[in-house]
């Protein structure tokens, strides 16, 4: 009798997954071991000798036709500070790329993941932009930073939050898309889409689909600056498509989704802090279609690899200040935790140093 199509589980991500899922299969295995693999393997299983709930024979098939394991990311470095771990990952092709995980008081964690080895946008406050971009990430290899035993064996368990804001242009990765479904998928992530956040400096194509697919999602976008050619000078892609450009979709996304959108605004001294640029970007919120919508989140610069040298930090107090005349110019806004900076916890950093190209100028913010 064939099954009702309410008790199939969904189809297995493209990817190391589906091989999986394939070969089990062609084996003639139950579904439910596929279930059994994907379990452990949240859980924290690294291999599958370890996945204890399948038979020794199909684990013996499964080491002989996939190696030890299917996860393709291995430690090359670690650093650890206050609530915060940093890793340089390596993957099979011999890519690196960063993966930070931020421990809260209340007892949670929070990764933020990488979603490219490098990154094509050449932003000129960015440590990772100054790499050039080598690749994106398969689906495997941004999952692979969420479920990494490292943290997932924990006691809390994997991460319950997810920042796409290390190394990459996370829209420019198509293979994000797929990321996002593998991880609030019920039978494999399991997360709430609510929980996780993309930031994009403006791929304004990229960004309407998202806001199509995954509208939970929670959408960061940068802004820098509210002056075109300022913020083209910052971050590039402001010449193909341009801040207002992005503020529309997000527009129509607020609308729709009612989800609260944060802005992004990276504070470098004497740059970007001045009383034009905070009532011009006050300005910019107050004419969204829903600006109680939309929260500014005020990022600290600090000095980064491959930055352009001239910028500096603002001091801390000057961030504070920055946030509390927006309030009183009526913005919702924030000062952005960072975690870190005793460890230069900055996406990009921990590579560039590893490969030698660049020299230290101290910690550094996230670039995003
Ligand atoms: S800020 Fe983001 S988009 Fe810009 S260069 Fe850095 S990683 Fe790329």
């Known amino acids: 009798m064939p099954h009702s199509p309410r008790h199939e589980h969904p189809p297995p991500p493209p990817g190391i997954l589906a091989e999986v899922h394939a070969f089990l299969r062609g084996l003639g295995a139950p579904s439910y071991r596929y279930q059994q693999l994907v379990t452990a393997f949240q859980r924290g299983a690294q291999s599958f000798d370890e996945v204890r709930d399948l038979p020794g024979d199909l684990r013996q098939l499964l080491v002989s036709r996939f190696g030890l394991t299917v996860l393709p990311l291995e430690i090359e470095s670690v650093r650890t500070g206050a609530q915060v771990e940093k890793v340089l990952f390596r993957t099979r092709s011999g890519a690196r790329v960063e993966t930070v995980l931020s421990r809260y008081r ?67 990765n198509p293979n994000v898309l797929t990321a996002l479904s593998v991880l609030t998928a019920k ?11 993309v930031s994009t400096v403006g791929l304004a194509p990229a960004l309407a689909t998202l806001t199509e697919t995954h509208p ?109 005349r927006l309030h009183r110019l009526g913005i919702g806004a924030t000062r952005r935790q960072q975690f870190g900076a005793d460890i230069d916890a900055a996406c990009g950093q921990l590579r560039a140093e590893s490969m030698g190209r660049l020299r230290q100028r101290g910690p550094s913010g996230d670039p995003h």
């Open 187 to 197: 039978d494999h992530g399991g997360l709430s889409p609510r929980r996780i956040t």
């Open 216 to 324: 939970q999602v929670t959408l960061t976008l940068s802004v820098h600056s509210p002056f075109p050619e300022q913020r083209a000078q910052l971050i590039p892609l402001e010449r193909r498509f341009p801040l207002e450009e992005n503020l529309a979709i997000l527009d129509r996304h607020v609308r729709r989704a009612r989800r609260k959108t944060y802005l992004a605004y990276l504070l470098i001294e004497g740059v970007n802090d001045s009383e034009d640029h905070l009532e011009a970007l006050a300005k910019l919120v107050h004419q969204r279609s829903r600006p109680e919508l939309f929260h500014v989140s005020v990022i600290r610069y600090n000095a980064a690899f491959g930055a352009d040298p001239s910028f500096r930090a603002p001091a801390s107090s000057k961030v504070d200040d920055f946030v509390a």
């Open 106 to 172: 209340a007892g949670w964690s929070s990764v933020c993941v990488s979603t490219q080895a490098g990154c094509g946008l050449a932003c000129s406050f960015c440590a990772t932009g100054a790499l050039g971009l080598e690749r994106n990430l398969s689906v495997d290899e941004i999952c692979a930073q969420v479920v990494h035993r490292r943290w997932s064996s924990e006691p809390g368990g994997a991460p319950k939050s997810v920042a796409f804001m290390g190394m990459g242009e996370a829209l420019a």
